[in-house]
């Protein structure tokens, strides 16, 4: 066989897992699609909270370096009223903006450190099981075979499509829309700047990522966009419009740099993670929505679970789909905290009576918002 491990896709998830293996005495292949580091990449998964920073520090990813951006210190929550609270961040809890390039290229360099096989432009098409060995089919034609597959190449996974596992999630069907500003008047800075407004499930939040670039993205019911018939930047300037003159003042001359993006549905389930001779991890194993800026940490963490579910299998030498029940099991834990969390947090975007009552009161606020609940040391109102 060609490694104990083949890991499909070198992101977070990928780089977790393999780091692990690979250091627990395991010959590991990474395969990825790209045939290069990206360079800048600030379109998904820029936030980082600090368990996500704690579970790069226990892989020997250090936070420092130009892809270390701005630290954000405080949460502005605007109301349907478009009255406003400033709510500082205590130092232990603050999510720090990278650019994703620079972090997973960061992941990479460790992985090649510790001494894992890093295959640069190697897209999976395929995975064909066999009852000694699992193998992975490249775009180029190549086969790589290995014991065991994890699979971490996100939410277009090659094991989603071929063994069809994926399904939407209508309870958590949300789109996202994102413009990027060289300027955004009135945007304090190191702050993530959240306009919450009770219907249709829209928030608009955001933020300076770094000196010259700003980012407002729209979270929204997909079902909505889907009724209203308008084209996704349409749909984002109509929400502004309607809710917010404050923000769709400057969303509409504000100069507009790089390119716009959008994605629907965000959600997705996935029917099972752990067959035989395969594991699914981070978003090749199900996604719920942006709200939490946890992906990456959600992505890392199953990645760290799968690595020892994996490591005890192999020494067993049972790859079977129940043996893997430590990572299913652990995993199942994490994702219920998750999806009550999520729960809650959309039904309040959908109520403006619970946002209000929200914006007042410090103990349902902390409910609804968990550790980012925090008590006000300002407020204020966006418009005289
Ligand atoms: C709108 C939006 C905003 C978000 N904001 C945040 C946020 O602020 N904070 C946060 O933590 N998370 C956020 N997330 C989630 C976060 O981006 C993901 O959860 C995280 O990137 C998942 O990591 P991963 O390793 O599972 O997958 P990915 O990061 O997608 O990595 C997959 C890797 O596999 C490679 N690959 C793909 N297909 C193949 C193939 N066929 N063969 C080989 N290689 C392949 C890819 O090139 C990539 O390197 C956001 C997501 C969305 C959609």
């Known amino acids: 066989m060609d490694a104990d491990v083949i890991i499909i896709g070198a992101g977070p998830a990928g780089c977790a897992a393999a780091i ?32 996500t920073q704690y579970e790069c520090n226990e892989l020997g990813v250090k936070f420092e370096g130009d ?33 994703r390039g620079g972090f997973n290229a960061a992941l990479r360099k460790r992985l090649v450190e510790v001494g894992g096989q890093l295959v640069w432009n190697a897209r999976v098409t395929d995975l064909a099981f066999r009852n000694d060995c699992a193998i992975a089919h490249t775009l180029d034609r190549s086969e790589i075979s290995a014991r065991l597959i994890i699979d971490a190449s996100g939410r277009y996974a090659p094991s989603l499509r071929t063994l069809n596992l994926k399904s939407e999630d ?19 800075l190191h702050t993530w700047d959240r306009h919450l407004y009770g219907v249709r499930g829209a928030m608009l939040s ?57 994605m629907a549905p ?32 959600f992505a890392m963490r199953t990645g760290r679970l799968a690595a020892l579910a994996a490591d005890v299998a192999l020494r067993k030498g049972d790859l079977r789909a129940e043996a893997f029940s430590l990572y299913v099991e652990g995993r199942r834990r994490e994702v219920e905290r998750q999806v009550d969390y999520v729960r809650a947090q959309l039904r309040i975007l959908r109520d403006p009576d619970a946002l ?10 902390a409910q609804v918002f968990g550790p980012y609940g925090i008590p006000a040391t300002e407020r204020g109102y966006l418009i005289s």
């Open 206 to 262: 955001g933020s300076r990522i770094r000196p010259g670039l700003f980012r407002y993205i729209l979270e929204a019911d997909l079902a909505e966009k889907k009724s209203d018939r308008l084209g996704a930047i349409e749909f984002y300037e109509a929400i502004a419009k309607q809710h917010d003159c404050w923000l769709y003042e400057r969303i509409m001359s504000e100069p507009r740099v790089g390119q716009h993006w959008s």
């Open 20 to 51: 692990r293996l690979v250091q627990a005495g395991y010959r590991v292949i990474a395969l990825e699609r790209k045939d290069h580091e990206d360079g800048e990449d600030i379109t998904s998964g820029e936030v980082l909270v600090p368990t």
């Open 266 to 297: 965000l959600g997705y389930r996935v029917s099972a993670v752990a067959r035989d001779r395969l594991l699914l991890v981070g978003d090749a194993a199900g996604y719920l929505s942006p709200i939490t800026g946890q992906g990456n940490e």
């Open 67 to 99: 892809w270390v951006l701005d630290e954000i210190t405080g949460i502005r929550n605007v109301y349907p009223d478009l009255s406003w609270a400033y709510h500082p961040i205590p130092h232990s809890i603050r999510p720090v903006q990278v650019d």
């Open 170 to 188: 209508p309870e958590f069907s949300q789109i996202g829309v994102a413009v990027f500003f060289k300027s955004f008047e009135g945007t304090p």
């Open 356 to 365: 209000m009552r929200a914006a007042r009161d410090d103990d349902y606020r």
